[in-house]
């Protein structure tokens, strides 16, 4: 999938520059403890997980919804020339003397 993370812009934005002021907030506005270091990577790093927890813990500090930081893309799928030729070739065979095989997968 196709991942866009851009919660360090927003945080900065919003005038919060690292996990200490991150934390601070949350634990001042919201009562919510999460360590430094988890807010860290999360500000630093496009995070290969996240607690369901962590994420509405920012989306109530910041009053936002998730999809205003994190967007998650379907990728393309990616073929390769044997794959496209068997599929190519399991078609009808007057559907392949009618079709262009440039056109196949558009």
């Known amino acids: 999938m196709s991942i866009v993370w ?3 812009e927003i945080l900065k934005a919003e005038g919060i520059n690292n996990s200490s002021q991150l934390q601070k907030s949350l634990e001042e506005k919201l009562g919510v403890s999460i360590s430094r270091q988890s807010l860290h990577k999360l500000i ?9 927890e962590t994420l509405q813990a920012i989306c109530n500090l ?5 999809n205003e930081f994190l967007i998650i893309r379907p990728e393309e799928a990616i073929r390769t020339n044997a794959e496209i030729i068997k599929l190519y070739k399991k078609k009808n065979d007057s559907d392949i003397a009618s ?8």
Request: net charge positive; proline share 8%; hydrophobic share 30%.
């Open 6 to 8: 851009k919660i360090s």
């Open 44 to 52: 630093k790093n496009k995070p290969c997980y996240l607690k369901m």
């Open 62 to 66: 910041l009053n936002i919804a998730s």
């Open 99 to 106: 079709s262009d095989p440039r056109n196949f997968f558009k």
